[in-house]
């Protein structure tokens, strides 16, 4: 199929609509042939991870080139830590994204909206592609929205669940009514689950765990991969919509237009 | 608040554990949530039989929560004169073992000999003697080191809140502190000198480093001093409680077992293997985002093997002696039992599917 859909963001276009990661991995060597597999061009990574001048293995060499970074500010626990955080990143040359997740409690892993959002104001303020990761909730997400945020990415479960789109009401809320691309992230642990984030209507979805974690993580990238397109695919069908009754072959107010017809 | 009523209760009220019933384990193990009772059901003798299922769901939650990755740091002894008497340490004040402190050109070398190896991670030691290896010696530690290590923790003698400050402004971000024995009687048996007798005093410490800014937390128990399943209880529950606390904190437990060592004393009870494992997967059940440290006190094949069950940090290329690294091992604090290097940790991590990460934290207050 022919790639009409492109997914623009930050300035840039996009033909696949799944964001990977780097944490995780047994083995860094296996992020360029997930790459590949899951058609991926967005992935994110913890900038506390990186070592620049170490002697050892370097991340950053594994992700292939023509992949836009998203790196995030994983350890941040409050706005004035991420916005230091985003400013060494591109002070390093990882570009003008930046992932927002300011996250103060370690048992649960669930982001601070609060400071979130203050420091997506100062770091849009100062050009990034600001994505803050964010619990799903509409008045976090408008205040995100005015903070001048590119896209929200709200969580589907904690951190490293597994456990789905736990939060599909919610993220169907923001999807309903927020202007700015809503990209799934976190707790997302199988394709059939991104595939329900994207039928939803969600702009794209970050998977990192699920992929990563997965005895085969290159055939785990390609299943996601196709989970977001067919997802995607479905969402531009437009599905039919539910109906809740079953639909009578002779309905119950069947009469009312004969009664018209006969007058 | 403090965690100190709590620990004197469960130091001294026995878990009566030998009532639990295979049932019960089965249930535990499977709990959403598992809570205080369920965590003893784990540490129960029955759950012996239930090891393997305990380790299956032990794997699974490192797995999700933790990827393959394990983080590998090394301790830098730069003192190890000791005013306590700790009946169990080689470093204790009456053993005649040859006395020194690092001078700063030596705490440098020693920290470019380890920053050769690829690490990025360092504990920095020390005895318990306050007059000598002050906080301004550590301080200047830490300056001399912080160039090559973009994370240093501490394990040096219980401080004052505004200590722990003045080293996290230096750049230290974690602390580890072990309360060795939560039983307070058997604590005052084995400290019979010094200042480390102040039961009370070292069981806040993790709280006052949290309070000044740590954003490592690392507690444990001496596993040998008394029984284990009584300790790892207490250790759970500190842990949690911990975690409660300051959710800002990472939260990190490490399972020392006993090893031989120049004094005499020998463990009161021995941690088999297999009980090890049962105290490892019953922590990681419980606190599912809890760092597990496993050290080179444990043999490499049993390192290797017990990876996959909770541990998310590990020492490599270890020497307890004072210099140790830049010059051959002199007397150490404990005996090693895996003597592999930082590239052969590396190596093993590797073939068994699991990646070593070197750095996982800079301190963003000396880059930005
Ligand atoms: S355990 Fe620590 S405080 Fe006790 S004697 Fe050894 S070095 Fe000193």
């Not at chain 2, 004393?265 to 606190?287: N, Y």
Request: charged share 20%.
């Amino acid at each position: 199929m022919e790639h009409t859909d492109i997914f623009e963001i930050g300035g840039k276009r996009l033909s696949s609509r799944l964001f990977t990661g780097t944490g995780k991995y047994g083995n860094d060597e296996l992020i360029a042939p997930v790459c590949e597999a899951s058609g991926s061009e967005v992935i994110t990574v913890a900038l506390r991870r990186v070592d620049l001048d170490g002697k050892t293995d370097n991340v950053m060499k594994h992700i292939p080139t023509h992949m836009t970074l998203l790196p995030n500010t994983s350890g941040a626990r409050n706005a004035d830590e991420a916005v230091r955080i985003a400013r060494l990143a591109r002070a390093m040359g990882c570009g003008d994204w930046i992932k927002i997740e300011v996250i103060s409690d370690n048992r649960y892993l669930l982001p601070d909206g609060y400071e979130t959002a203050k420091a997506t104001e100062t770091l849009a303020r100062e050009g990034f592609v600001v994505l803050p990761y964010m619990n799903p909730d509409l008045y976090v997400a408008r205040s995100l929205a005015d903070a001048g945020a590119a896209a929200i990415m709200p969580l589907g479960a904690p951190i490293g669940t597994n456990r789905g789109l736990r939060t599909e009401e919610m993220i169907r809320i923001l999807i309903e009514e927020m202007e700015l691309p809503i990209i799934v992230d976190a707790g997302i642990g199988a394709p059939s689950q991104a595939c329900r984030a994207m039928e939803m209507g969600a702009a794209a979805c970050l998977v990192n765990t699920a992929i990563a974690t997965a005895a085969d993580p290159v055939l785990m990238g390609r299943a996601f991969g196709r989970a977001v397109t067919a997802g995607r695919e479905a969402w531009l069908a437009g599905p039919g919509a539910v109906a809740t009754l079953a639909q009578a072959s002779s309905p119950l107010t069947g009469f009312l237009d004969r009664t018209e017809g006969a007058s | 608040m403090s965690f100190l009523p709590e620990a004197l209760r469960l130091g001294q009220t026995p878990l009566h554990l030998e009532t639990v019933s295979g049932d019960d384990v089965r249930r535990a193990v499977d709990l959403p949530r598992v809570d205080a009772s369920a965590f003893a059901a784990l540490l129960s003798p029955a759950a012996d039989e239930h090891l393997e299922s305990m380790a299956a769901r032990a794997h699974a939650l490192t797995l999700s929560h933790f990827g393959r990755t394990v983080s590998l740091f090394t301790p830098l002894y730069v003192s190890n004169h000791c005013a306590n008497h700790c009946r169990y340490c080689g470093f204790a004040a009456p053993n005649s073992i040859p006395r020194s402190q690092l001078s700063l050109d030596e705490v440098r070398a020693e920290g470019e000999a380890i920053a050769a190896t690829g690490l990025r991670h360092l504990l920095l030691l020390t005895g318990e003697a306050p007059r000598k290896a002050g906080v301004a010696y550590l301080e200047a530690c830490v300056q001399v080191l912080r160039p090559l290590f973009p994370s240093i923790s501490v394990e040096v003698y219980p401080m004052e809140t505004a200590d722990y400050a003045r080293l996290t402004r230096a750049g230290v971000d974690g602390l580890t502190v072990f309360q060795e024995t939560y039983d307070p009687v058997l604590y005052a048996e084995l400290h019979p000198a010094g200042p480390k007798r102040d039961y009370a005093f070292r069981l806040n410490t993790p709280q006052r480093g949290a309070e000044a800014g740590m954003r490592v937390v690392n507690i444990g128990a001496l596993l040998g001093l008394t029984d284990w399943r009584q300790e790892i209880y207490a250790v759970g529950l500190h842990a949690a409680w911990l975690q409660k606390r300051y959710p800002g904190v990472d939260i990190a437990v490490s399972l020392p077992r006993m090893r031989p060592h120049a004094g005499a004393f020998q463990p009161a009870c021995i941690v088999s293997d297999r009980e090890l494992v049962q105290a490892m997967t019953a922590l990681r059940i419980f606190l599912p985002r809890l760092s597990i440290t496993i050290s080179t006190r444990e043999a490499p094949s049993f390192r290797d093997n017990i990876l996959p069950l909770g541990v998310t940090r590990m020492s490599a290329g270890v020497s307890t002696a004072v210099g140790g690294h830049a010059k051959p091992a002199k007397t150490g604090q404990f005996e090693i039992s895996d003597p592999r290097s930082v590239a052969e940790i590396e190596a093993m991590l590797r073939s068994r599917g699991y990646q070593a990460v070197f750095k996982d934290w800079e301190p963003i207050e000396a880059s930005a």
